[in-house]
């Protein structure tokens, strides 16, 4: 430090206002002293930021909506044990292949075509259709290994034409009236074929939407116009049947006023003859 005091003296500096100087264990610490302390700092800095940079290589990630699977970049291979949410401390050259833990949504709309669009099918007496519906899916830990197995990452394109071909298989045994007059019931028939059938290949079906039918616009016409006949019928059953109930209360009534006639007259017959006998 004096060295260097000395040379900054010689080029025109008062050593007694040096900028820089540091006082420092009783002696002064030029500005030589201070340029190693930052060189030192910026090393330290340099250092710290490297090992962050390695313990993030070391360390990989599982959503909290995730589970993973444990995959060496490097040997192209993949561990059957699941992780769930958290980070792991897998090394280098590793990441997880990761699959939705919660209910994950796939829809068959005319509204969008990421998964076909709207299901095309046709009825037991013949009729094309086109259905609007969704469901949702989850995949459970214990099936998320043997799922990767068969499937690998593409496994939702299997879900996707496994519920197409259950969803044909129950609307091909329906008669185009049946989903006018028992939708619900139809409703409840699809949800069990996909759960059954999804179950098959590793998934969880929990609910199922069936929002719209679309058959043929003269059927539709002639559906609606029996509709109408059906509730004009119900209508006349009714009225007919609260005509009925009318008439019979009032032979009731009528029957009750006869019968106080008939006691009213016994009455005053009898109060006659007593009064004679008087």
Request: net charge negative; aromatic share 12%; hydrophobic share 40%.
């Amino acid at each position: 430090s004096d060295v260097c005091s000395s040379d900054l003296t010689n080029m025109g500096y008062d050593d007694d206002n040096l900028l820089g100087k540091v006082v420092y264990g009783g002696g002064a610490l030029g500005v030589c002293g201070l340029g190693t302390c930052v060189a030192i700092c910026v090393i330290l800095a340099v250092l710290g930021i490297g090992i962050f940079i390695f313990i993030m290589l070391l360390v990989h990630p599982v959503g909290y909506d995730q589970y993973g699977l444990d995959y060496n970049t490097f040997t192209k291979e993949v561990k059957d044990n699941v992780y769930d949410s958290g980070l792991y401390w897998t090394g280098m050259f590793h990441s997880f292949i990761t699959f939705p833990k919660f209910y994950k949504s796939i829809e068959f709309s005319g509204s969008t075509s990421e998964y076909g669009g709207q299901l095309r099918s046709r009825t037991l007496d013949g009729l094309n259709m086109y259905i609007d519906l969704s469901f949702q899916y989850r995949i459970t830990s214990a099936n998320v290994w043997p799922l990767f197995q068969k499937f690998g990452k593409e496994y939702e394109q299997i879900f996707v034409r496994v519920a197409r071909d259950a969803l044909r298989d129950v609307t091909s045994k329906k008669n185009a009236t049946e989903f006018f007059e028992d939708r619900s019931t139809i409703g409840d028939g699809m949800l069990a074929a996909v759960q059954s059938a999804l179950a098959a290949v590793h998934a969880d079906i929990g609910y199922l939407q069936l929002r719209k039918v679309d058959l043929p616009n003269a059927y539709e016409t002639i559906i609606e116009q029996k509709e109408i006949v059906n509730q004009q019928i119900s209508k006349a059953q009714y009225e007919k049947l609260e005509k009925q109930v009318i008439a019979e209360t009032t032979v009731l009534v009528s029957e009750k006023q006869a019968q106080i006639i008939v006691i009213d007259a016994a009455a005053k017959a009898k109060a006659v003859i007593l009064e004679a006998v008087a």
